[in-house]
């Protein structure tokens, strides 16, 4: 049995292991769980794991006391604008994970906006129904009003109603590639030519599809244009702990150059401590995850990204080619990219997801349409084969009416 935390005697490691261990065997099994919790295969993970416990104390507030961590910084940022065919003047940071970078994002445009194109009224930034709640926490927090735009019926951004959307307190606008929900590109190339056209600030949420869309691209998979080749695009964040397979959590955010960089970050001195730069939230910040993603990228190398890119297709392609074996279920969203939802008929599409539940699979739920998500990584090639059996043993208990729910 635990005891209370702060007990009044402390615990020897031996102890602590075994009780660490046993809390641990109900999480996740993440050679079955099929949720959208990204993570690398064991040996890649003991290459993040390594570097990170060398860093496992530093702290990247302390400017100039760790000089190897900045350098790490830097040639995060330069391989990650290199991807995103950015050019020399891209500017940008590594950031605690993609909720920040889009935080970011926003809080630049907004003072962007303010110096550059000021509005009457309360500031807008117009994003589709499924862009991530990042958005509209950001907006919330930093006094903005985040308008949601209906899906197109092909579950993409609408450009025609977005651009009916924007109004004369609009300063930005948002596109997911892909979004996390239904695992589709946006009409990028449109809505950089609507950004352009109103002088809209355009970011580019590709915190999924960075680091994976160009070896995508590579394999001959169709990926439409999405990052800085578009003139319009002002800033993009690119989520490192997923398909970069790095430790979390870590995420980069860039802008097109140092003037909208600029922005980001806020300047302050009113205090006995001199000048202060303030570019994330927080002032410590971990340098463990910086190290430990610049060595799983040192160690893979294009031809590892390349190598693991090859896997999720085929493991995406046998989930496809599975589910379209079983009459029941049909997909709802074109799966192009990573991720695959679909739906059920004849039973509750979510009663699948509690008895899949029950077998140690894990899928998500996307509520619109009502539909599971897989969020398709390297180590599903392994799984398909047992998910795909439990797929379809469940479906058959649903269908015949006998099944097992939590
Ligand atoms: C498209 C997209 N943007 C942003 C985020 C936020 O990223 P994080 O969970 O790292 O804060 C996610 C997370 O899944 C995402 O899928």
Known sequence: MTEELLGENGMDWASLEAELDGARANDIDHDKGLAFVVHADDALTEVGKKAYLKYFSSNGVAQGAYPSLARFEDELVRATTDLMRGGEGVVGTVMPAGTESCFMAV???????AANRPVTGTPEILVARSAYPSFAKAARYL????VRVALADDLRADVAAMAQAVTDSTIMIVASAPTWCHGVFDPVIELDALARE???WLHVDACVGGFLAPFFK???QSVPDFDFSLPGVTSLSADMHKYGYTPKTSSVILYRNAEYAAYQSLDFDDWPGGTYGLNAFTASRPGAPVAAAWAVMKHLGTKGYLAEAKRIIAARDALVAGIE??????????????????????FDVFALADALAVKGWLAGRIRDPRSLHVMVVPRHDRAMPGFLAALGETVAELASGQTRTA
């Open 198 to 200: 109103r002088n809209l």
């Open 107 to 113: 809080k630049a445009a907004r003072d962007w906006a």
């Open 218 to 220: 590579k394999l001959g």
């Open 143 to 146: 006094g903005l009003n985040e």
């Open 325 to 346: 074996t079983m009459p029941a279920l049909h997909l709802t969203a074109p799966p192009e990219f990573c991720v695959v939802t679909f739906a059920a008929t004849g």
